[in-house]
């Protein structure tokens, strides 16, 4: 249970159309991960999911069932909102079971879900609490909790992880993944993060202006990025694209390399350059490089402790089965 | 005010406000005490000495005064009732996007502008009015017998008088909590399968229940003293006459300083008995 399809859907707030005629289709049981820059769309294609947004034309199908106009509670989906949507007045307890007091399920039958639940994200010992007295991981928690108890066909998450520090979004992002494998449920996520994509998805759409710029498990995006747009999206640091006469060697108009993909020498490399910035974070190391001739910067990210400081002059070779080219479209080369 | 010296400098400059205030609060409450045991009769001797608690018992006794305290009780009831519920409704109406709403929203704050003599005036002579007025004309195209309403129906009709008055204080007030609040809630419970109905009783109006509170403390303090209303349309006549009207008629037309001295006294009582039902009814409400 749990497939989502969409047919030649669009989306026009008056005159402007956000979304252009889109075709999508999401496995059951797949974690897709819709990712883009902000104002690209991923967010309302989100809502014209849970049908929060009417569609302007096309069709969404749920299961087999057309659901274009299905009412959201219709639909058996399931939304976790950025800014969690918590009911301040109510306890964690009442919170969670909302969505099963408004289905009119019996007392018992509720109870034990919220139990259920409840342990399952750790959170019993605040049943009685307000979401005013929560952090904000346990917030989330709650949320999601919200989300379980109703067993839904998929799960939409709209950028869950935004308000959290950096340290929880890391464990918050492992407990959803977590959560993904132990439900084995359709679960959708919009974020503009590219690393929670890479980490969680399997599957990623990546969207600009509406469109869709490539679908793909996230080493497949990685390897082979269709266009520059992905290109430069997927991977930290980002891909170095270099023009001109360097990439003319190529027979490209453009070419990409990732950091990672470039190794440091002392002395003769393929290009040269002069560190500008160097961090060093031990684990790996990041350096700026200016002065190539071939870009104003290049990033470059050597594994481990590497010594080299600003100001020094070193070579650089990439790796030659590594290099992507882009023809003058920036569509991606054979 | 971390330091000691910006503490002291702070009492110092908060000190002649705080002695005004003071001064205007307790130089009139002390006066009324002083007045209610004595006997001052301005027109008819004027102060006659001290007399225990004999104003106040003369009030109480009073074959006025309950009926007056009950008239006061049902106008601040029933105005608070009209006004919330109504107020409530109407936000909820001015929330919706529609075409001319910066208009429509200067047009129901509209009466709030309105001096209460005014609106009284206007309401006894253009609406009420048994022969004249509009509802009298209402009545009469469908064939009724016009209602004399200050004189058949005269706590009714100052309850309605007054609450119109009210209504835009309350329907503002409560505009503005309802605007503030998260879409994502509203969101989120009709995903979660709440009918707009539902998603009124679990989400609105538990969010509204703070700007509720206000409401009703703010507009009883000004409703247990309405007085211009009273005075331009019955006269306290017909059973209308409300503990401060009472007050009014026993010091300016029986010219018995010391029996309303009393009388204000009771006044204070009573607000505080209606403050202490209020608190415990819709207090915890104000509590974060």
Redesign the interface.
Known sequence: MGQIKLEKVTKSFGDVEVIPPLDLTIGEGEFTVFVGPSGCGKSTLLRLI?G?EDISSGQITIDGQDATNV???KRR???V???Y??????SVRKNIA??LR??KLDQAEQDKRVEQAASVLNLTDYLDRRP?QLSGGQRQRVAIG?AIV?EPAAFLFDEPLSNLDAALRVGMRLEISELHKRLATTMIYVTHDQVEAMTMADKIVVLRAGHIEQVGSPLELYRTPRNLFVAGFIGSPKMNHIDGAEAAKHSAKTIGVRPEHIDVVDGEGVWQGTVGVAEHLGSDTFFHIHGTGIAETLTVRATGEVDFRHGDRIGLVPRADQIHRFDDQGLRMP | MATQHSRSAARLMMGPAVVLLLGWMLVPLLMTLYFSFKSYLPLRGGDLGWIGFDNYVRFVTSSAFWPSVSATLIIVGGVLLITVVLGVLLAILLDQPMWGQGIVRILVIAPFFVMPTVSALVWKNMFMDPVNGLFAHLWKFFGAQPVEWLSDASLFSIVLIVSWQWLPFATLILLTAIQSLDSEQLEAAEMDGAPPPKRFVFIILPHLGRAITIVVLIQTIFLLSIFAEIFVTTGGAFGSRTLTYLIFQRVLESQNVGLGSAGGVYAIILANIVALFLMRIVGKNLDA
Not at chain 1, 85 to 90: E, I, T
């Open positions: 849970a929060l009412p959201p509670a989906l399931a939304m909102f950025q800014s949507a918590l009911y301040p007045h109510m909302f969505p408004m289905a005013g919200r109703r």
